[in-house]
């Protein structure tokens, strides 16, 4: 194609160079000299047909061979510019058609994959490749069937967990890899909002505590998102579900809570600008196959948290929110402190964070708390039975410190989530990604 366009373009640079425009080499013969010019009394231009007669013949024709070369250069310029434009549009109009068919065969060969159970794994390669550059948009999304055979059409017997706005399943893909797929079925406005907010923090967020958001899906009305796989399930499921809370040592909370510590350490500290995350809560802290414990669920998360921030719409889940925000609208990052110290009273004592004492009247956790914390000789009693006797008694005692600075009703008065990091790393075993080396000696019999 490109040599017919050259062949094309030939005629035009050809005829374009002077030699070949030229006329017919005709030459008038020379005037005869004269040193005078004649003038206008000079009897030479008395009679202008006189002029004509005694014109060289030579001269009419060169103005008739130059107007007839110009002619032809034009018909020849605008019959190639037409047969290469026409050309051109033809190679376009076929490129483009290409295109599209193969466009249109991948996605039909996508379809069918998925409908076969399609392998995981690219998409978790891709997924990895993209979320280390931490740019927006980074999250991979990933084709409505290929969920569809990967939690067996949603089955219930796949249902993980269910929250305020949809349902949790087990995804199993053929490649042997799980995921769990949340299903948002709550439409409207905050629904959208809250999946966008989801999908835009967590395309920015790398963190071993902070769980991995692989990809989402759009299909009409309904949203889904993809997250890596918890194996243990949420924190709430092991303090307050029908399991037994045994399987929650007393270093396996120590290393639970520095965890969580270290999530909200890096969205406080280290993410610019600032996350909040509006919404910690023991639910909301997930634990995988080795109990370490990763945040989830930022679909209320707002970003600048150094700053103070009102009128801001009230979110969040009762006995969590902080008094300032609750009362007055204030978030700031110590609204997230002091959610914290409310997860930390649940690990310490295994109670939830708002229980019913009479019929109509509930009693918040850190109200019932706080009296039996700052007395060391009640402290032990309020303990969960389940670690009551598996514990250093200084160790319990620096916790119920750290708690009690935490749940303040006054933010200023809390530490910074840095302080409250650096003062778990003792309490936790080395081999839990703490300092503490652990030996019999270290632990004591509270009654």
């Not at 019932?368 to 389940?386: E, F, G, N």
């Not at 009703?409 to 650096?422: A, F, G, K, N, Q």
Request: with cysteine; hydrophobic share 40%; glycine share 6%.
């Amino acid at each position: 194609m490109k040599k017919i366009l050259f062949l094309l373009l030939i005629p035009i640079w050809v005829f374009s160079f002077p030699s070949f425009s030229a006329p017919l080499d005709v030459k008038p013969d020379p005037p005869v000299s004269d040193p005078v010019l004649p003038t206008e009394k000079d009897p030479f231009f008395k009679d202008s047909s006189d002029f004509i007669a005694h014109s060289p013949v030579a001269e009419v024709k060169v103005v008739h061979h130059q107007d007839l070369n110009k002619k032809i250069l034009v018909a020849l310029v605008v019959s190639a510019s037409l047969l290469g434009g026409i050309l051109l549009l033809l190679l376009c109009f076929s490129i483009y058609r290409l295109k599209k068919l193969k466009k249109s065969n991948a996605k039909r060969d996508q379809n069918s994959d998925a409908a076969k159970g399609m392998s995981f794994g690219p998409i978790l390669d891709k997924f990895n490749s993209l979320k280390i550059g931490g740019k927006k948009g980074s999250i991979a999304a990933i084709e409505y069937p290929l969920l569809v055979t990967a939690t067996n059409n949603f089955d219930e017997a796949n249902i993980l967990g269910e929250g305020g706005l949809g349902r949790v399943y087990k995804a199993h893909f053929n490649d042997h890899s799980h995921a769990a797929v949340k299903k948002i079925y709550a439409g409207g406005q905050e629904a959208e909002r809250e999946f966008e907010n989801e999908v835009e923090a967590l395309s920015k967020i790398q963190h071993q505590n902070i769980v991995s958001l692989l990809g989402y899906c759009i299909h009409g009305e309904a949203r889904f998102l993809v997250y890596e796989m918890m194996e243990n399930g949420s924190l709430e499921f092991h303090l307050h579900g029908p399991s037994p809370r045994s399987t929650l040592t007393w270093h396996l909370r120590m290393k639970i809570a520095l965890d969580v510590a270290r999530g909200l350490e890096y969205l406080h500290e280290r993410c610019n600008p600032p996350v909040i995350h509006r919404d910690l809560k023991s639910s909301n802290i997930l634990l995988d196959s080795n109990f370490n414990a990763k945040l989830s669920d930022f679909g209320l998360a707002i970003t600048g948290g150094n700053s103070n921030k009102t009128n801001v719409k009230l979110s969040g889940t009762l006995g969590y929110v902080a008094p300032e925000y609750l009362l007055d609208g204030k978030l700031t990052d110590k609204s997230d402190v002091y959610a914290f110290g409310v997860v930390l009273l649940e690990l310490l004592t295994g109670r939830r964070p708002v229980e019913r004492v009479a019929e109509a009247q509930c009693q918040s956790i850190t109200t019932w708390a706080m009296p039996q914390l700052t007395d060391r000789s009640k402290l032990p009693s309020i303990v969960d039975p389940a670690i009551r006797n598996t514990m250093d008694l200084k160790h319990l005692y620096q916790v119920a410190a750290i708690a009690v600075l935490c749940v303040q009703p006054e933010p200023s008065y809390r530490p910074l989530i840095t302080d409250v990091l650096h003062s778990f790393i003792p309490l936790v075993p080395v081999d839990l990604g703490g300092s503490l080396r652990v030996t019999d000696s270290t632990l004591s019999t509270c009654a």
